[in-house]
């Protein structure tokens, strides 16, 4: 019983009626509830009625405009206007009103101005009015400017106005600094950083005034930028410490920049000398603001910067005693001796982390300034394919600079190149960096052996040769299991191609050369593809430099291109037994594809004898249908068809051919009933595979013949034929003669009525095409519309379905 368990007080405390009974009060309540509903919601009904009636004669309540600025804003906006109009006024009263006073009166008005703007901050600040204060002290400042001003202007005359404005901003800033720290004013924050700020000025325009010379303004500066980096240590945070900061950085830039410059043109010692210890000065100020720095990363900045000064000034002390070429290992030799930092655990870790990124972007520069030799070195050979066999050069230099400067001052550069290589087998100890570092490693030190030969302007023989073993050092190292696993030989393979590749166009110049690097490069790829690690890109490479191979001993042996042709071809043939033997998937597709391209040379080299490109043609179809008796290439039975075909076609535009049914249609009949037996035997077959090559060979060549034949029995003869081969094709459903027969037909009618529809075009009036044009759109749009009718239709009976 619901009711019951709902109400258990009341079942304890009164007897419980019968069900029935209680059934009946239920009910009865229930009607209660009901009728009671009904009367609330007709109320509430005629309530919203009312309301809504009588809203519409009563206007909308309006919201308040809200403002666009809130108080303290407009507030300091009209302080800031105030000070700027008095303290205009003030400039305005000094420049011009000035002369019509006494030298009494001048001084009067100003001090009592002066005296009056700045004793008014204190009973400002006592009374909570600080913003008010802080315009007054504003304008303060600026009048004790003015007074300054005034006093050259009147009393000393005489004094130089660099060194007066040197000594009035000193002054001026010990006056601002000391009234900021009054206990009246010491809560205002306009002061202090005004006189921070004006405490920039003195030292650079003392130096200035005083003739110090370059080294005297750039000590000026640092000395500057080392006073704000104390107070930008020391002042806690706020605007004082704002301003600090950007004073010391822009300062300490400016003499960091000057003091470098000094450095680089220093043209001896003690030139040199003087600029490194203001370098030193700086770098010693950004380390002892790094120590108190409390943000870790700004800390590794100024490690960095102080670090690079470091370089600068030992390198540049050096720099005027020796010759250009070994400026940049000098500063490099500090740069790495940087990089010690990281193991001095004395040090704090920001310090140890900004010195050693200093010493890397020192190593980097000196490494992207040996680029362009590496560059001239690897890329420059390929100049020499404008003058293949054209002699041997006098040295190493002279075979890769062909057409291009020789750059003596990188003679260092394999010095540099190495020395970076092994700072990264040295140094980097850690396991995420250790294989990386190992890889670079390998790539500055075959940078380095590869620049030697040119540096050191060794014989050209001499030259062929160290690039001939650094590829196959290269390849061995890269060969190896091991080293290939510990992840640092990654890069092995590609810099023996890229080796290879230079030291193929380094040997253009002589003959003998030529053939016997090609051969040592094929030979070498060739033994380093047997172990298949590495096949996928030693094989091509060896198929590509027995392509080149080729090509040298036809041109060697004096053959023509179209001769030279057919012996490219054995790399294809050597290319697909290679395929067939593959086991990797890249492996197989790069081979087929150098092959494939070594195939497209050969043609090319035919191309101006018809016979020999049709030979070329018949061979490469040969080993196209070698390829396709893999199962997994059948498809390219469908080239083999088609080099097949072109090849008689070409064979027979050689022949200069007038009928070439007669040697066509011999070919056709058998290749028809083959075709017809295997379909006959697999009705699956494709008809392109059973009758595809037979209709072609005979229907491509009478429709070439047809379009140059002057009569037209032959092309009447084509065109029933085409109609035929399209009939028997739709009737059997089969694609290849419908589609064949079909496009010889339509090719052969369009040749044999393009005089007449020449004739109807001109005869035309201009109208009609446009008219047609019309028409045509008319009619899609028509069709269009019908079938957007249909759908709507097929939508409204399925939307009258269940």
Known sequence: MPYAVARPTLRAMTPVPPPAEELRLIDAELWHLHARSSQLLARRAWLVAHLSATAQHRPLPTAAPRPEATAPRVQNLLLLLGGLLLTIAAIAFTLVSWGHLGITGRASVLGAVTVAALAAPVPLVGRGLRSTAEAVAGLACALTALDAYALHAVALTGVDGTAYTAGASAVLAAVWAGYGLLPGPAGLRLPLPVALATAQLPLLLWAVASGAGRYGITAALLVTAACDTVVASRAPAGPVRIVATVGAYATGAWGVLGAAWLSWTAVGPGAAAEAATLLLFAAGVALAAAVRDRAEGHAVGLCVAAGLLVVTALGGIVRPVLPAAWTVPAHLAVGIALSGAVRAHRLPEPVRRGLALASAAVQGLAVLWALPLLLLTVLGPAGAAERVWSGAPDGARQAVSVGAPWLPQLRTAPLVLAAVAGVLVLVVRATAWRSRALQGALLLGWAALTVVPVVLDLPYPAALVVEGVEAAVLLAVATRSRTVKSGHAVPAPALALVTSVSLAFL????????????????????????????????????????????????AAAGWAPQHAALLVLVVPAVAALLAARATDVRTTVAVEATGAAAGLLAVGLTGTDPAMLSLALSLSAVIVAATAVRADRRPAAYAATALFALAAWVRLAAWDVTAPEAYTVPVSVPALVIGALRRRRDPQASSWAAYG?????????????????????????????ALVVTLLGARHRLRAPLLLGGGVLVLDTVHELAPYL?????????????????????????????????????????????
């Open 507 to 554: 040997a253009l110049p002589t003959r003998s050369a030529t053939l016997g690097v090609l051969a040592a490069l094929t030979a070498l790829f060739a033994a380093a593809s047997a172990g298949r690690r590495l096949a996928a890109v030693t094989v091509p490479a060896a198929l590509v430099f027995g392509t080149a191979l080729a090509c040298a001993v036809g």
């Open 693 to 721: 090559p037979g209709l072609a060979a005979t229907l491509v060549p009478s429709l070439a013949a047809a379009w140059t034949d002057a009569h037209p029995t032959r092309p009447w003869l084509v065109g029933a034929a």
């Open 758 to 802: 020449v004739q109807v075009a001109d005869a035309l009036p201009r109208w009609v095409p446009f008219a047609s044009a019309g028409l045509l759109l008319l009619a899609v749009g028509a069709t269009y519309e019908r079938r957007l009718r249909d759908v709507r239709r097929l939508r409204e009976m399925l939307g009258r379905t269940h």
